[in-house]
T-cell receptor
């Protein structure tokens, strides 16, 4: 199956700083990528849909200015957590669909553990 | 709007016994249904999916799931549980449209005792 990578796998940052997380589709092109957030022992919550060449679509309640998404190419989407605070500490997972429209498979990255101190 | 319900926070079974993890869904149109497993501090692993065809879907590691349209359910099953099956299981659904993301249930923790 297709492979999606994320970098870094773990990051610790100080409160007030910004952190960038990369999501790459390694062997296929993805015009769309999805960003999820998962708190400990909880479900994955869809944060936003990243679209190559256009603005991301954010889910209700997700702050656009805090979680900046840039879909720079057909294989790369980045999520930047700006002015991070301890409550932003979470597991961030990206995914990318691959296949025919409607019947595509959604492949997940391994996740990035963000800890804000 | 799409939604997924996993009514059980935790399922406990003894090794060798059959297991069922429940999932019901709500979606407009025909659903695409998925099961994923997550081990501690790890990403998601795909188990199986239902797109169309036979209602009984067989997946990885001996798991299977049955699509029941009238009950809008997609329960995950395994005839004989292993201790190594202990993990967090997610049911997910999406609509049959390009560009739509998976929506996940809250997850069910499966504990298999030896």
């Amino acid at each position: 199956g297709a492979v999606v990578s994320q970098h870094p796998s773990r990051v610790i940052c100080k409160s007030g700083t910004s952190v960038k997380i990369e999501c790459r589709s390694l062997d296929f092109q993805a015009t769309t990528m999805f960003w999820y957030r998962q708190f400990p022992k909880q479900s994955l919550m869809l944060m936003a849909t990243s679209n190559e060449g256009s603005k991301a679509t954010y889910e209700q309640g997700v702050e656009k200015d805090k979680f900046l998404i840039n879909h720079a190419s057909l294989t790369l989407s980045t999520l930047t957590v700006t002015s991070a605070h301890p409550e932003d500490s979470s597991f961030y997972i990206c995914s990318a669909p691959e296949g025919l429209a409607g019947s595509y498979e959604q492949y997940f990255g391994p996740g990035t553990r963000l800890t804000v101190t | 709007a799409q939604s997924v319900a996993q009514p059980e926070d935790q399922v406990k079974v003894a090794e060798g016994n059959p297991l069922t993890v429940k999932c019901t869904y709500s979606v407009s149109g025909n659903p695409y249904l998925f099961w994923y497993v997550q081990y501690p501090n790890r990403g998601l692993q795909f188990l199986l999916k239902y797109i169309t065809g036979d209602n009984l879907v067989k997946g990885s590691y001996g798991f299977e799931a049955e699509f029941n349209k009238s009950q809008t359910s997609f329960h995950l099953k395994k005839p004989s549980a292993l201790v190594s099956d202990s993990a967090l299981y997610f049911c997910a659904v999406r609509e049959n449209q390009a560009g739509t993301a998976l929506i996940f249930g809250k997850g069910t923790t499966l504990s298999v005792s030896s």
